[in-house]
């Protein structure tokens, strides 16, 4: 059979053509790999603490205790929730207050914690009234919260069966397991500082040890907060070429918000 010499040449050229291709993609891939697209960092499992190192109304930039430094884009889309803690006192509250506390429930509508969240104005609508009752591994939603983008079941299904070795629902303070409060509500008094949730229940709030707990007020947050030296508890979800995605930024004051100027 006689195969006609121009119809191999095509052939041969279309191949040594598409091999050249392959090559060639696999040379630019692997150098803008290097050059271009450095390794991005890894992100902390459940977030981290950083300071503030620069900040203007559109950007913010962090650096962690690796010395590692991060911009942040101050828009919704890559901070998804952004709120303050200020220091406050007992003395500062009125009856307007709302008032978060999550901890050991000692009966009695009583709950010792080591901290509770002041909320005022506004900010309220970050909190609800509530006194719900929960096990120790349902640790409840709160306000500030690294894991709030995580859907909570009525019985954290998972997190008991780690716990318990069985996924089944337990009755909080039975099996001698012990019992934990969430509360909100209004002041009611301050000395002992005590609340009003729903159906008029009255929550006493306790410290523990050392016999005192600590208190801030929580506000949304806002670019004029920032100042170069703050400190911020951020938990990143996704690294972009030029922002960290953040799904909660909490920015701590070391003055009450009434003291602060911008």
Not at 58 to 78: G, R, S
Not at 155 to 160: F, G, H, I, K
Request: hydrophobic share 45%; charged share 15%; with cysteine.
């Amino acid at each position: 059979m006689k195969v006609r010499r121009g119809w191999w040449t095509r052939v041969v050229v279309i191949v040594v053509a598409g091999l050249g291709l392959s090559w060639c993609a696999a040379r630019a891939q692997n150098f803008l790999s290097q050059v271009v697209a450095p390794p991005l960092p890894d992100l902390p499992p459940t977030g981290a603490w950083c300071e503030v190192i620069m900040a203007n109304a559109k950007w913010l930039v962090v650096q962690n205790a690796q010395k590692q430094q991060f911009p942040i884009a101050i828009d919704p889309e890559h901070v998804k929730q952004f709120l303050v803690r200020w220091p406050i006192t007992a003395r500062e509250l009125t009856n307007e207050a709302l008032v978060e506390a999550v901890g050991a429930d000692l009966g009695s509508n009583t709950v010792q914690t080591d901290h509770v969240d002041v909320f005022l104005g506004a900010d309220q609508t970050l909190v609800a009234p509530t006194a719900r009752r929960t096990l120790p591994n349902n640790r409840p939603v709160t306000a500030i919260d690294p894991t709030f983008n995580r859907t909570m079941s009525p019985w954290d299904l998972d997190a008991q069966s780690t716990l318990y070795s069985w996924a089944f629902p337990v009755e909080s303070g039975t099996m001698g397991i012990p019992e934990r409060l969430h509360a909100v509500g209004n002041v009611l008094a301050v000395n002992p500082l005590q609340i009003g949730t729903l159906g008029n229940n009255v929550v006493t709030i306790v410290p523990g040890d050392p016999g005192e707990f600590t208190m801030t007020q929580v506000t949304y947050g806002s670019a004029s907060f920032l100042q170069k030296g703050d400190i911020v508890f951020m938990t990143p979800t996704d690294v972009e070429p030029k922002s960290l995605v953040v799904q909660q930024l909490v920015l701590y004051k070391k003055i009450p918000k009434s003291q602060f100027a911008p």
